[in-house]
């Protein structure tokens, strides 16, 4: 028998809380496993994805991109989260993310918004020390 990823996903959405937080959590799990298909099936349909980086804001679309892109460019990226706060629908999150290969450690503040299970918006808040941003 063949088990597939998105079965795997389909079954950890049906054994895992759906709170907001536990969403946020899995989400951070998923990045840290470089796992951005499991990312974006966090995301719904509609999200709108901001950051300090980003021209403009993008969407569900995005999200294996934008993250493929990421680990490309530093492949031993990882987020140690500090501080989660829920208030309702709302998580915000501050977290380090770090590469020793890429020599990067930036501080970041996240704030998003779960609804039904799936991250609605995701708005991301650090210093990009003065670089263009991405389109």
């Known amino acids: 028998?063949?088990?597939?990823?998105?079965?795997?996903?389909?079954?950890?959405?049906?054994?895992?809380?759906?709170?907001?937080?536990?969403?946020?959590?899995?989400?951070?799990?998923?990045?840290?496993?470089?796992?951005?298909?499991?990312?974006?099936l966090m995301y719904s349909e509609d999200?709108?994805?901001?950051?300090?980086?980003?021209?403009?804001?993008?969407?569900?679309s995005d999200v294996t991109r934008t993250y493929e892109a990421l680990f490309q460019?530093?492949?031993?990226?990882?987020?140690?989260v500090?501080?989660?706060?829920?208030?309702g629908d709302r998580v915000a999150v501050r977290f380090t993310a770090s590469s020793k290969r890429g020599g990067m450690s930036m501080t970041i503040h996240t704030f998003l918004r779960v609804r039904d299970g799936r991250i609605v918006e995701d708005d991301s808040v650090f210093d990009a020390g003065g670089r263009a941003c991405e389109p």
Not at 22 to 39: E, I, K, L, P, S
Not at 73 to 80: R, S, T, V
Not at 82 to 87: E, G, M, S, W
């Open 1 to 40: 028998m063949t088990v597939t990823l998105a079965w795997i996903l389909l079954l950890m959405q049906v054994a895992a809380p759906n709170t907001p937080e536990a969403v946020v959590q899995a989400m951070f799990a998923a990045f840290n496993r470089h796992d951005a298909a499991a990312m974006k």
């Open 82 to 87: 500090a501080t989660i706060v829920t208030q």
């Open 47 to 60: 999200a709108r994805l901001t950051s300090s980086d980003f021209c403009h804001a993008r969407g569900r």
């Open 73 to 80: 460019a530093f492949p031993d990226i990882h987020d140690d």
